[in-house]
């Protein structure tokens, strides 16, 4: 049987351990983190100029225009559609204001046209009452002229019924008749 070397192997002391690990120390190595150790230092400075220069060439020559183009992109998108809405809010307000003119117009349209109406009706309305008042006049007229036709023709026979009326008085009161000359000489006289 092989036997391994940690069991032929005398166990080691502490100093021969690394601290907190289970692994064996060389004889020429020390016990601690070799970062830390000065005599790797120049290497690391080596490397960590290398990279710092590498990731400074890589942002300054290619992250940091993709960057700035985005940016600027964003920039000129944020611009332009503010541009954009400023312009299309301009438009707006200016089409409110026609379309404010048109309704004021359309408005004063309609108060035109109402007010004709109104005085279309009310001409029709006076020319029809004027020719009603025409037709009442002519029939008021009419009977008027009726009336006095009547009433001269009552006129007519007045003085001749007055003078029967007094013949008939005077009989009936004196019991003689006056003569017919008389009669008519007392109507005229009463008249």
Request: proline share 3%; net charge neutral; hydrophobic share 50%.
């Amino acid at each position: 049987m092989a036997t391994t070397p940690s069991q032929d192997a005398a166990p080691l002391s502490a100093d021969q351990m690394h601290a907190g690990t289970a692994t064996p120390v060389a004889k020429g190595e020390s016990a601690g983190l070799p970062q830390f150790e000065f005599e790797n230092w120049a290497g690391q400075i080596i490397y960590l100029l290398i990279l710092f220069l590498a990731l400074y060439l890589l942002i300054s020559r290619v992250f940091a225009p993709r960057l700035r183009r985005v940016m600027d992109q964003r920039a000129d998108t944020i611009s332009s559609a503010v541009a954009t809405a400023r312009q299309v809010q301009a438009e707006a307000a200016g089409q409110a204001a026609v379309a404010k003119i048109e309704v004021e117009q359309a408005r004063a349209t309609s108060r035109a046209t109402v007010a004709a109406a109104r005085a279309r009706v009310t001409e029709e309305a006076n020319a029809r009452a004027a020719a009603e008042e025409t037709v009442v006049s002519a029939r008021i007229a009419e009977a008027e002229a009726a009336i006095a036709r009547t009433r001269d023709a009552a006129m007519v026979h007045v003085s001749a019924i007055a003078s029967d009326t007094v013949v008939a008085i005077v009989d009936r009161l004196t019991g003689k008749a006056p003569t017919a000359a008389e009669a008519a000489a007392a109507v005229k006289g009463a008249a």
